[in-house]
């Protein structure tokens, strides 16, 4: 796997951990730790992800990982209803469970791909999406790394038409502290993976007359 893809797959996961759970100490410490994101020959989506990166490992390096974890709660857990949903069918259609996932499902079986035994989270939670993508990209025991086109077709179809939405609505949130800055950092690198797919062309595409 080429450096960029290993990026790509990891930058997958950290979002994916960040909204499935709250981040632990181990994974502040890390974060706090981590190295800035290389500034040579980037365009701008490029220096809005170096920035909103920079602007996570520090707030990371600061935060309690208690209080992060009320703050997730505070966010995302009620015993009702929540105060954020961060699923595509909510954010496509209105309502949770529905056709946006249904949809979603097709694709994933034709990937022979299905949600995990134990997983409460549906499939178009947008933690469980980028877990997904990560999968396509780096594989996992036993499911092979897919070509950039499934990569292309999965993301298009099922996190673009509301990821920015969605964190939108994560970053205004009254309780969202470290959560705001996780928000700017995902929709910084999903708006680098959508710049990325809408100019790319396989291959063997046809050339334009």
């Given at each position: 796997m080429s450096d960029e893809d290993q990026a790509r797959a990891d930058f997958y996961a950290l979002i994916a951990r960040l909204m499935l759970a709250p981040p632990n100490a181990a994974l502040l410490a890390a974060l706090a730790?981590?190295?800035?994101?290389a500034a040579d020959g980037v365009d701008e989506a490029g220096r809005?992800?170096?920035d909103a990166w920079l602007k996570l490992t520090q707030a990371a390096s600061v935060m309690d990982a208690d209080a992060v974890a009320e703050e997730f709660d505070a966010l995302f857990i009620s015993t009702g209803n929540?105060?954020?949903?961060?699923?595509?069918s909510f954010y496509l259609s209105g309502h949770l469970n529905d056709f946006p996932l249904a949809a979603l499902r097709q694709d994933l079986a034709r990937l022979r791909l299905a949600r995990a035994r134990g997983v409460g989270e549906f499939e178009d939670h947008l933690g469980s999406l980028c877990e997904t993508m990560r999968v396509l990209i780096a594989g996992a025991p036993g499911i092979a790394r897919q070509p950039l086109a499934e990569q292309k077709q999965l993301f298009v179809a099922h996190v673009q038409p509301w990821y920015a939405a969605c964190l939108a609505?994560?970053?205004?949130a009254e309780p969202a502290n470290f959560y705001?800055?996780?928000a700017a950092?995902?929709?910084?690198?999903?708006?680098?993976?959508a710049h990325a797919f809408a100019v790319w062309e396989p291959a063997d595409a046809p050339l334009a007359a």
């Open positions: 730790a981590a190295e800035p994101i809005t992800l170096q929540p105060l954020l949903n961060p699923y595509g609505d994560i970053a205004g705001r800055v996780a950092f995902a929709g910084a690198f999903l708006a680098v993976e």
